[in-house]
């Protein structure tokens, strides 16, 4: 019986691994359950990064997986007749128990440390300063193109018009529907108008926590158009359901129309006013 339960738990490391393997490479059932198509070219260091993580935690899953089932099974009561010894504790292999494990955590902590500032820290630079050249001290930060603010429960999106700023009176207004010019450095402006949501691009690989009371800067460079998913990942209230938006890639002459269109279109309806009220 005890062998029963060692090829059992043997089954926990093959699987484990066979799961990945599949899904991976897109097999059958498993097409599309692995992460989806990288569109941003920031992205793949995040991906390296996952997968990094990935292999390292998963030949310790099977390596341990080993462990348990070599045990399991050499030590098989019915097979081992002579009493059993106990141990009462072993001060080396607590500490290389120990240490490992933290050494481990430290690479990784510094190993990413590039991938957390190219995402949170290195917000794009524009080489408008006097001298002109990029790379130099009078840089300035790229501006946001276009501002959410996440409220329960939508996605409130305001977009820069043609002056390329946001706050003034030709600024355009959508709502869950975030367009973005391709092959462009896009900043975007994050703010939340009530409680913690979470502002989650699957495809550009960006996911940043709306807080209340605080401006929050994403970038990203898209580098094919369609329409993707924008979603809220933060449990947000009971309609956080409801926070689902669609980022559309364009190319920059249908970003400009686009623009342009709803820019009118929202003019007709400010001039025509709010709709009147009924008589009683
Ligand atoms: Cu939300």
Known sequence: MGRFWSILFLLVPVL????????????????????PVNINDHGGIIDSLF???????????????????WF??????????????????????????????????????IYQMNAWADAKLRRPLLSTGPDKT?????????????????????????YAGSDGQIGTPDDVYTVNDLHIPVDE?????????????????????????????MKQFLWFRANRTG?????????????HYKMRGRLYVESRQQFDKWLKEKFQEQEQTELKGPPAESAE
């Open 185 to 213: 450095e896009v900043v975007l402006q994050l703010k939340s108008m009530d409680v913690l949501h979470s502002f989650f691009l699957p495809h550009m690989r960006v996911k940043q926590d709306a807080v209340p009371g």
């Open 72 to 109: 399991l099974w050499k030590y098989d009561v019915a097979k081992n007749r002579a009493p059993v010894k106990f141990s009462h504790g072993s001060h080396t292999l607590e500490v290389i128990w120990s240490i490992l494990p933290a050494a481990t955590l430290l690479f990784i902590a």
């Open 51 to 69: 997968m990094f993580i990935l292999y390292l935690t998963g030949v310790i899953f099977v390596a341990t997986g080993l462990v348990l089932f």
């Open 227 to 239: 329409t993707y998913d924008l979603v809220c990942a933060e449990l947000c209230g009971w309609g």
């Open 16 to 35: 484990g691994v066979l799961t990945f393997v599949l899904a991976i490479n897109e097999v059958g059932p498993f097409y599309r359950h692995w992460l």
């Open 134 to 158: 990029a790379g130099t001290r009078d840089d300035v930060v790229q501006p946001p193109l276009v501002e959410v603010t996440a409220r329960q429960f939508e996605w409130r999106i305001r």
